[in-house]
């Protein structure tokens, strides 16, 4: 990891592409990563681990669904809003206007879960890029 | 955890307390938490972890030691600005005007480290409170 800060309006500065997150630092096992959002991601699920989302921009819209998969509802994450989904919540993170998001997780977990959805175009399916 | 959304805003505006961190959300065994600090916090030591820092508002500067204790440096972080103080490193943030903080880091970890010089009367040795 840096042994500087890093700004992360300067980071996100450097990249243009959607839903394809880069990880800025790792703190023990964990990364953190932040991306550029907008339309929608994919349902999918985290079997083993919960997921944080910080909105640094924009608002973000998460949809839920029970663990059996009934009982939609959708959280709304302004600017300087964190939410995080439980582990084995299908969910579906989305920005009409576009967002850019941090996200906490264990090195190494898929952005588009363990399971999901059939993967759109404009969807990277990754364990994070370097920044 | 909470199954809405958090605004760190209004969070911050909920206490006053210095050097006192407050648990907002957690991720599997790691805690978010958010402090309010000015003035000097203490020299210590995680032994066992990584400690991450993104400033909410305000600048923050960390001074750093080698961890033989020795190469003294300090890193400034404007707001937005990202910092992971590696475990076994010495370290004592300060903020001359005051600044906002997110952390993330294991649960249970103490605020003032594994080591540390005295602590001041004004710093709060915690594992963090609720919100």
Redesign the interface.
């Known amino acids: ?2 042994d ?6 300067v980071a996100l500065a450097g990249f243009d592409q959607l839903w394809s997150p880069r990880i ?5 096992e ?1 990364d ?1 990563r932040i991306a550029k959002v907008a339309g929608e991601h994919v349902w999918h699920v985290h079997d083993h ?4 989302f ?1 909105v ?1 921009d924009g608002e973000l819209h998460i949809a839920l669904r029970d663990s059996d998969g009934d009982g939609e509802r959708t ?4 600017r ?5 989904v ?2 084995g919540t299908p969910h579906r993170p989305s920005s009409a206007d576009g967002a850019s998001i ?1 996200m ?3 090195s190494g977990t898929p952005s588009v879960g363990d399971r999901h959805d059939e993967i759109p175009e404009h969807v990277d399916a990754t364990t994070g890029h370097v920044l």
Do not use: H, K
């Open positions: 990891m840096s500087e800060p890093i700004d992360l309006a800025v630092t790792r703190v023990n964990y953190v681990t919960d997921e944080f910080l640094l959280v709304v994450l302004p300087g809003a964190v939410y995080v439980p582990r941090l906490f997780e264990p």
